[in-house]
Each structure stands twice: as structure tokens, then as C-alpha cells.
């Protein structure tokens, strides 16, 4: 295919996390009006974040293991075209049975979507442009959080929050347009992408260590930011929103610079974004009550997990043990178990150990992350060599010991 529509299917597939994106977090900042509206508590609106990450968790490795047959623009189209009826039951439920219903049906798509963009978004290039091509996949999911949640929560608090996700649905409808007449068939078994470039079966579970450990320090030093600028760096709660806006910049930035170097050394972009993080978390701890510096570390925590994210999709279809699709769907899973662990104890620690505990339990499981990233390069290397899928529940042996031939769909 042509580069000029490679560089279109790739940012429609940014264009995908990017509502992805938006859709799981736009009823955090929507969290008051749709309660209202529903006539329900707070809290159980927030059981559709809740319930949205534990179908991710669930449903990523076997919904995965069931489309590998697919091929990707098919499979793609068909989610996002899922993804836009269930954000338009979203919009037109009466009830909150039915509002929970629908979430949990974005959040499958979601599961399968994130598994697997990332292999078909490396397949439109070559293979020495990996890295930079999962880090533009990635920065769509930090825009969202920078623009796409800010400005869905401004409008739903204006004119609604079912406008808010009828414009959402109204986008992914595009994105799916976008995708559908973009996107080469490529058959899933197919491509330079389609299995890892040098598996390691090793490695590959030392990625998901990791991958659950520094996204657990991430989120319990992220969960009660609101809660540390105002108490501990001593801001006003209006400054709250600024804030994060700084993080989210930075995010972007951090996605973008990562980028540029991840394909020349992936595992030392990782330990070097992994401690970033844990430096930064350590530094809100030691001099957080520090108006400027506060705001300074934030951004680089947010840069530097950002960053993370993005070159952990990049060495997944570097050491996949299997098909690239199913290992993106096991360390998917495995950062959102991050998410649910991180929060959780970043919660229990709040009450009696107060909220600076939780930047100095973050960075603590970043260190441990790094530990972890160091038995990589110095533990025991094992034989490189295709192997059963690295998950029980994928519950089949790979068919296919050799090579995959590269797809005829590469560009760049």
C-alpha cells in the first residue's frame, strides 16, 4: 500500500485509543450530572468505570483467542462499529441497568480492540519503524486525556451528558469510516508483526511483571492528586483542572519523544522510563509541598508513564512467545489489573498513613518494576524459540514454528 495511506489507516487507529480513551474515563468528569439525571448515587455511576476495567481484564485474552481467525481491517471495522452502537445505547438509555449494559459492551470491544491495534498498526510499516508507530498509536489515548475527557465533561455539563457521548459516538463513527477504507485485509497470521521478532517466552512474562508493578506505582501516586496539590502542595481546588492539563501535555510530549529512541534500544527506554517515574514520585514526596516543584514532578510522573506505555506495546511484538495479537492481550490485562491494584492500595493506605503515602508507595513499586526490568538483561536468558501461548487461557498450542511472511501491505 501507498505511504500516504498507511500514515491515514495509522492515525485512524490513534483516532480509535483516542475514543477508547474517552469513552472509559467521560463519566468521571460527567460523575454528578449523570447521577442526577439517572437518579442514582455517585458512587454507583462510578461502578461504570469500575465495571468497564474489570470486562477489560476479563475479556482481553479469550475474545482475543476467539477473533484469531479475523483478518485485522475486518475485525477492526466490526469493533468499532460496536463500539459506536453500544456509545449510542449509552446516549438513549432510560434506565441505569441498561446505561451498565451498554458500558460493558464498549468495554468488550475495547478488551479486543487494544490487543489488537497494536500489531496492525505496526504491519502498515517497516519493521525498524515499530517503536515510533506504536508511540503515534498510543499518544491518541493521552490526548483523549488531555482534550477528548475536558472537553466531553465541559460539554455534557452544558448541554447534556448524553450530548457528550453522542458527539463521542458521532466521532467513532468517522474513526470507523476512517479505518474501514484505510486499513489493507491483512489475514492475522500474516506479516512481519503477527509474531514477536525474537520470542522469549522469559522476557515476555518479566514484561508483565513489570507492566503490572510500574502502572500500580503510577495510579496509587496519580489516584488522589486532587487530594496532594491542595493539602500537601497547598493550591486552591480551582488550580486542580491546570494541573492535570500541565500532566497531560507532558504526557503527550512524553509519547512523542520516547518515540524517536525506543526502536534503538526498547529495554533501556523502558528502565529509563520506569525510573523517571519512581524519581518523580519519590521527589513529590520529599519536596512536595513545594508549589512549583509539585507541579514540575507531576508532569514528569505523567511523561514518564506515558512514555512507558508506549514502549511497553513496543517490545511486546518484540519478545511475543506467540501470536503478537495474544501476548498485547495478556499485558493489557496486565496493566489493567495495574490500574485496579494501584488504586486499591493507594486507598487503603490513605486513612492512616495520609495522602503523601501514597506518592512514596508509587515509587516503591516502580523500584520494585525496576528490579524486575534488571533480571532482563542480567537473569538467565531462555532459548528463543516459538512456544505455547503464553497464557493458559488461550488454551491452544501455536500451529506454526516458523517465521510468518512479511505482509504485502507494509509501507514506510
Do not use: C
Amino acid at each position: 500500500m501507498g505511504h500516504r495511506r498507511a500514515v491515514g489507516a495509522l492515525i485512524g487507529l490513534s483516532g480509535g485509543t483516542f475514543l477508547y480513551t474517552t469513552a472509559e474515563a467521560l463519566p468521571i468528569g460527567l460523575l454528578l450530572p449523570m447521577a442526577a439525571d439517572l437518579a442514582v448515587s455517585p458512587s454507583q455511576v462510578g461502578m461504570l468505570v469500575t465495571a468497564y476495567g474489570a470486562v477489560v481484564v476479563v475479556a482481553s485474552i479469550p475474545l482475543t483467542a476467539l477473533a484469531r481467525r479475523i483478518p485485522r481491517r475486518r475485525l477492526l471495522s466490526a469493533l468499532l462499529a460496536g463500539f459506536v452502537v453500544s456509545t449510542a445505547i449509552t446516549v438513549f438509555a432510560s434506565s441505569f441497568a441498561l446505561l451498565l449494559a451498554a458500558r460493558m459492551a464498549t468495554a468488550a470491544t475495547h478488551a479486543l480492540f487494544w490487543a489488537v491495534v497494536v500489531p496492525a498498526a505496526a504491519e502498515l510499516f517497516r519493521p525498524g519503524l515499530r517503536g515510533r508507530v506504536v508511540a503515534i498509536v498510543f499518544a491518541g489515548g493521552s490526548v483523549a486525556l488531555v482534550l477528548g475527557v475536558p472537553a466531553g465533561t465541559w460539554l455534557g455539563e452544558r448541554a447534556g451528558w448524553r450530548v457528550s457521548f453522542l458527539a463521542v459516538a458521532g466521532l467513532g463513527a468517522i474513526v470507523l469510516v476512517a479505518v474501514a477504507s484505510l486499513l489493507p485485509s491483512t489475514p492475522p497470521n500474516e506479516g512481519h508483526a503477527a509474531r514477536g521478532a525474537t520470542p522469549d517466552v522469559y522476557r515476555f512474562w518479566l514484561l508483565v511483571a513489570v507492566a503490572i508493578l510500574a502502572t500500580a506505582g503510577a495510579i496509587a501516586g496519580y489516584t488522589y492528586v486532587a487530594l496532594f496539590v491542595t493539602e500537601v502542595s497547598g493550591f486552591a481546588a480551582s488550580a486542580v483542572g491546570v494541573i492535570l492539563l500541565v500532566r497531560g501535555v507532558a504526557s503527550v510530549l512524553g509519547i512523542l519523544a520516547v518515540g524517536v529512541v525506543v526502536d534503538r534500544s526498547p529495554w533501556l527506554a523502558l528502565a529509563a522510563t520506569v525510573t523517571l517515574q519512581s524519581v518523580a514520585l519519590l521527589g513529590l514526596y520529599a519536596v512536595g509541598h513545594r508549589p512549583t516543584a509539585a507541579v514540575g514532578l507531576l508532569a514528569l510522573a505523567g511523561l514518564a508513564f506515558a512514555a512507558f506505555t508506549a514502549v511497553l506495546g513496543g517490545i511486546v511484538l518484540e519478545v511475543a512467545p506467540g501470536r503478537s495479537d495474544l501476548a498485547a492481550a495478556t499485558v493489557s490485562a496486565a496493566v489493567n489489573v495495574g490500574i485496579t491494584g494501584g488504586a486499591l492500595v493507594a486507598g487503603l493506605a490513605l486513612p492512616s498513613h495520609g495522602v503523601r503515602s501514597t506518592v512514596l508507595l508509587g515509587a516503591l513499586l516502580g523500584v520494585v518494576a525496576l528490579m524486575v526490568v534488571a533480571a532482563a538483561f542480567t537473569g538467565r536468558r531462555r532459548a528463543t524459540r516459538p512456544v505455547k501461548a503464553p497464557a493458559v487461557a488461550w488454551g491452544r498450542a501455536t500451529r506454526s514454528r516458523s517465521r510468518a511472511r512479511p505482509g504485502t501491505g507494509e509501507a514506510g
